[in-house]
């Protein structure tokens, strides 16, 4: 069957098109001037829109709304209320007002607070999103909404994402006026983020109680296979997962989400998808949508897709990488340099202006991506290292070091690349290479942060780009409108801001354990582990930071502290019982087994006449070490379940945190050692779950 893409698209989405052709003229400016300039609505104009937005919805099937959030949880939430009303004769009317499109109500204390609220204190508020178009799915109108407490705290991801939004279009526009802009009436963040998943065969999956409870195999000796020959990357796409990609693209497209790159990636079993950019509200919107969509139409191919950061060892884990710009209303990207960017004051200001933020803040990065899962991924092979840097390329670094000691800067002329095969097309070299192992890295007219985890909302990554931003933004306003020459003062503090904040600057191998060393001679910070970065988040500057944009209150930054740590502690104790568990009831049952069969083999070769150790070294060899194993990995198991508990009764967040990390973490390591050794060694036909070899290639 064909499907025609501009047809199918958008089409279960009340967008502005649906909008403009469906309410009066006055409600739709009112709504347009709402969304544009963040203008409260009157109650009789969400009536009317509310009315419109029903009788829409019920045309596309739908019997239901909800209110869809994105609590601290780290996916969405949604309660789902039908349209019916009943009438006096016993029937029922479809309704839908304005009330119960602008506000809604979720028990609060049942989703994390990190101490905001008290179990006693359910009470929580839903509240209608404007600027992020409500759609139709299996039947029920999506609306999206922010989350808040009873007091007003923000509870979810949206709210400070908008919040950090108004915050840099603030002090942006600041900056931009005094560059003569008077047409500009706005700016807006573009994201593009770039998801990474693998999948799996379900019947295989389901054999495994590590990524039914985890997402990800705590167990499994690699396979002689695996991404050794780089022939899966860009690699043929196999018919079955083919098939999922375009059903997903077609379901994605339908919800206005804008699908447009798949292909396979580094590993096995490996993907990746990547959306046309959008607004930066959007964009979180809708790849938490494209997370749901892809799990539920796996399902549907019998695959299971894990968005886990590390679902295999010793394969590539997967992100999410977060390509992030600024862009005017007038559809001007403020990071695209031009033909001669060394000439391009403003964009110089605004490139000098990430460069400080990323440096100032760069604690603040690091936090926006920490997760048990992402600690795996962080400083592998396959992912950026935990230090966060600026990859700018050859022809800018060229450019502010010239700014830097005041000289000449000779442009570079783009040369025409020379393959040798006169029928290939000519084309002109790009003046800079790219770097895919720095965690930031600008790109041409956009940075793009690689340290996001593939399971993460990339909601916090961009507000705190959006907060540091915003406030160097604001130091640079305050120096430039009180300037007598604004292009002496201008031609200083680009001057100055490289002189300061060189040292985030980095072009080279950030794999290398010379970056390592070299980053620390610089003063640049190494947090390897979530409670390390953590452990900043209530810094005074952060604080102060936040306060000052209106992004979060103390308390807020305090709450997501707690449940940083506390999500920590979670995730990593239910994989050390589930480690106990399968350690106690799987592995060594069948390792046994398997010994016993060995032992019950050297005995009869030995009443056979067989000498030892000559004829009987394989076995003898083999039982000594299984029953080591055996022995060890139990004392480990049993240790494991017990320091979970212990350490689960420590109430300081903090110590708790670190008890993890330095007690549980190591110990889950040797566990994993001794069970992975063991399967090396033991028959297949005894190992208990399916292998490295079977998950990875079992999708065929």
Same mark, same amino acid.
């Given at each position: 069957?064909?499907?025609?893409?501009?047809?199918?698209?958008?089409?279960?989405?009340?967008?502005?098109?649906?909008? $403009?052709?469906?309410?009066?003229?006055?409600?739709?400016?009112?709504?347009?001037?709402?969304?544009?300039?963040?203008?409260?609505?009157?109650?009789?104009?969400?009536?009317?829109?509310?009315?419109?937005?029903?009788?829409?919805?019920?045309?596309?099937?739908?019997?239901?709304?909800?209110?869809?959030?994105?609590?601290?949880?780290?996916?969405?939430?949604?309660?789902?209320?039908?349209?019916?009303?009943?009438?006096?004769?016993?029937?029922?009317?479809?309704?839908?007002?304005?009330?119960?499109?602008?506000?809604?109500?979720?028990?609060?204390?049942?989703?994390?607070?990190?101490?905001?609220?008290?179990?006693?204190?359910?009470?929580?508020?839903?509240?209608?999103?404007?600027?992020?178009?409500?759609?139709?799915?299996?039947?029920?109108?999506?609306?999206?909404?922010?989350?808040?407490?009873?007091?007003?705290?923000?509870?979810?991801?949206?709210?400070?994402?908008?919040?950090?939004?108004?915050?840099?279009?603030?002090?942006?526009?600041?900056?931009?006026?005094?560059?003569?802009?008077?047409?500009?009436?706005?700016?807006?963040?573009?994201?593009?983020?770039?998801?990474?998943?693998?999948?799996? &065969?379900?019947?295989?999956?389901?054999?495994?109680?590590?990524?039914?409870?985890?997402?990800?195999?705590?167990?499994?000796?690699?396979?002689?296979?695996?991404?050794?020959?780089?022939?899966?990357?860009?690699?043929?796409?196999?018919?079955?997962?083919?098939?999922?990609?375009?059903?997903?693209?077609?379901?994605?497209?339908?919800?206005?989400?804008?699908?447009?790159?798949?292909?396979?990636?580094?590993?096995?079993?490996?993907?990746?998808?990547?959306?046309?950019?959008?607004?930066?509200?959007?964009?979180?919107?809708?790849?938490?949508?494209?997370?749901?969509?892809?799990?539920?139409?796996?399902?549907?191919?019998?695959?299971?897709?894990?968005?886990?950061? $590390?679902?295999?060892?010793?394969?590539?884990?997967?992100?999410?990488?977060?390509?992030?710009?600024?862009?005017?209303?007038?559809?001007?990207?403020?990071?695209?340099?031009?033909?001669?960017?060394?000439?391009?004051?403003?964009?110089?200001?605004?490139?000098?202006?990430?460069?400080?933020?990323? &440096?100032?803040?760069?604690?603040?990065?690091?936090?926006? #991506?920490?997760?048990?899962?992402?600690?795996?991924?962080?400083?592998?092979?396959?992912?950026?290292?935990?230090?966060?840097?600026?990859?700018?390329?050859?022809?800018?670094?060229?450019?502010? $070091?010239?700014?830097?000691?005041?000289?000449?800067?000779?442009?570079?002329?783009?040369?025409?690349?020379?393959?040798?095969?006169?029928?290939?097309?000519?084309?002109?070299?790009?003046?800079?290479?790219?770097?895919?192992?720095?965690?930031?890295?600008?790109?041409?007219?956009?940075?793009?942060?690689?340290?996001?985890?593939?399971?993460?909302?990339?909601?916090?990554?961009?507000?705190?780009?959006?907060?540091?931003?915003?406030?160097?933004?604001?130091?640079?306003?305050?120096?430039?409108?009180?300037? #007598?020459?604004?292009?002496?003062?201008?031609?200083?503090?680009?001057?100055?801001?490289?002189?300061?904040?060189?040292?985030?600057?980095?072009?080279?191998?950030?794999?290398?354990?010379?970056?390592?060393?070299?980053?620390?001679?610089?003063?640049?910070?190494?947090?390897?582990?979530?409670?390390?970065?953590?452990?900043?988040?209530?810094?005074?500057?952060?604080?102060?930071?936040?306060?000052?944009?209106?992004?979060?209150?103390?308390?807020?930054?305090?709450?997501?502290?707690?449940?940083?740590?506390?999500?920590?502690?979670?995730?990593?104790?239910?994989?050390?019982?589930?480690?106990?568990?399968?350690?106690?009831?799987?592995?060594?049952?069948?390792?046994?087994?398997?010994?016993?069969?060995?032992?019950?083999?050297?005995?009869?070769?030995?009443?056979?006449?067989?000498?030892?150790?000559?004829?009987?070294? /394989?076995?003898?060899?083999?039982?000594?070490?299984?029953?080591?194993?055996?022995?060890?990995?139990?004392?480990?198991?049993?240790?494991?379940?017990?320091?979970?508990?212990?350490?689960?009764?420590?109430?300081?967040?903090?110590?708790?945190?670190?008890?993890?990390?330095?007690?549980?973490?190591?110990?889950?390591?040797?566990?994993?050692?001794?069970?992975?050794?063991?399967?090396?060694?033991?028959?297949?036909?005894?190992?208990?779950?399916?292998? /490295?070899?079977?998950?990875?290639?079992?999708?065929?």
């Amino acid at each position: 069957m064909v499907v025609n893409i501009p047809e199918i698209f958008g089409t279960m989405v009340f967008d502005d098109k649906e909008m $403009k052709a469906r309410l009066p003229e006055e409600v739709y400016i009112s709504i347009k001037k709402t969304i544009k300039d963040g203008r409260s609505l009157k109650l009789e104009t969400a009536n009317v829109i509310a009315a419109a937005m029903r009788d829409w919805a019920i045309e596309k099937g739908a019997t239901h709304f909800t209110h869809w959030f994105q609590p601290m949880t780290g996916i969405t939430a949604e309660k789902h209320d039908s349209f019916i009303s009943p009438t006096e004769d016993g029937g029922v009317i479809m309704d839908f007002r304005g009330n119960a499109l602008v506000k809604g109500e979720s028990d609060a204390s049942s989703f994390p607070s990190g101490g905001l609220r008290a179990t006693f204190e359910a009470r929580g508020y839903t509240a209608w999103d404007p600027t992020s178009y409500a759609f139709v799915k299996d039947h029920v109108l999506y609306i999206p909404t922010a989350f808040c407490s009873w007091g007003g705290e923000a509870l979810d991801q949206k709210t400070p994402l908008l919040r950090s939004i108004e915050a840099l279009n603030r002090q942006a526009m600041r900056v931009l006026k005094l560059f003569g802009n008077e047409d500009v009436t706005s700016v807006q963040t573009t994201v593009g983020p770039e998801q990474e998943y693998f999948l799996v &065969d379900a019947e295989i999956y389901n054999q495994r109680k590590d990524l039914l409870y985890t997402g990800r195999t705590l167990f499994g000796a690699k396979p002689p296979k695996g991404q050794d020959l780089g022939d899966h990357y860009y690699g043929s796409i196999k018919p079955r997962v083919q098939a999922f990609m375009r059903e997903l693209d077609e379901e994605l497209w339908r919800v206005g989400v804008l699908a447009k790159t798949e292909h396979n990636e580094a590993a096995p079993a490996q993907h990746e998808l990547a959306p046309v950019y959008t607004t930066g509200n959007l964009a979180v919107d809708h790849n938490q949508l494209t997370m749901e969509l892809m799990q539920k139409i796996a399902k549907r191919h019998g695959m299971v897709c894990l968005l886990h950061e $590390k679902p295999f060892a010793g394969v590539n884990g997967s992100g999410k990488h977060n390509n992030w710009s600024i862009s005017t209303n007038t559809g001007v990207n403020l990071f695209e340099p031009g033909e001669t960017p060394h000439e391009n004051a403003q964009f110089l200001l605004f490139l000098c202006a990430v460069i400080r933020a990323v &440096d100032e803040y760069q604690e603040l990065l690091r936090i926006s #991506v920490a997760s048990a899962g992402n600690d795996h991924r962080l400083g592998a092979n396959e992912a950026p290292p935990a230090i966060v840097s600026i990859f700018i390329g050859e022809e800018l670094e060229a450019i502010l $070091k010239s700014i830097e000691q005041e000289s000449a800067y000779a442009m570079q002329e783009k040369t025409q690349m020379r393959i040798g095969v006169h029928v290939l097309p000519k084309f002109s070299k790009d003046t800079t290479d790219r770097n895919r192992t720095s965690p930031f890295a600008f790109t041409g007219n956009k940075f793009e942060f690689r340290m996001p985890g593939s399971s993460a909302s990339v909601a916090p990554p961009n507000v705190m780009l959006n907060a540091a931003v915003a406030e160097v933004l604001s130091d640079f306003a305050d120096i430039l409108e009180g300037a #007598v020459d604004f292009k002496a003062v201008l031609h200083d503090l680009i001057r100055d801001t490289i002189r300061q904040h060189k040292r985030i600057i980095f072009n080279g191998n950030g794999y290398g354990d010379e970056w390592v060393e070299e980053a620390a001679r610089r003063g640049l910070a190494n947090h390897r582990t979530t409670p390390d970065a953590v452990a900043h988040f209530t810094d005074a500057k952060y604080v102060a930071l936040f306060a000052k944009h209106r992004i979060f209150s103390q308390g807020e930054i305090v709450s997501r502290h707690r449940i940083l740590l506390s999500n920590y502690c979670k995730v990593n104790n239910i994989e050390a019982l589930t480690m106990s568990e399968m350690a106690e009831r799987e592995f060594i049952p069948a390792i046994c087994k398997y010994t016993k069969v060995l032992s019950e083999g050297l005995l009869a070769k030995r009443s056979l006449g067989f000498v030892p150790p000559l004829d009987t070294a /394989y076995e003898e060899e083999v039982i000594r070490t299984l029953s080591a194993i055996t022995s060890e990995a139990h004392e480990q198991a049993k240790k494991l379940s017990s320091l979970v508990v212990e350490i689960r009764k420590e109430k300081n967040i903090t110590i708790r945190a670190e008890r993890v990390r330095d007690e549980i973490c190591p110990l889950m390591e040797t566990l994993r050692e001794r069970i992975d050794r063991a399967e090396g060694l033991t028959d297949r036909a005894f190992w208990p779950v399916p292998t /490295y070899g079977e998950l990875l290639y079992g999708v065929r």
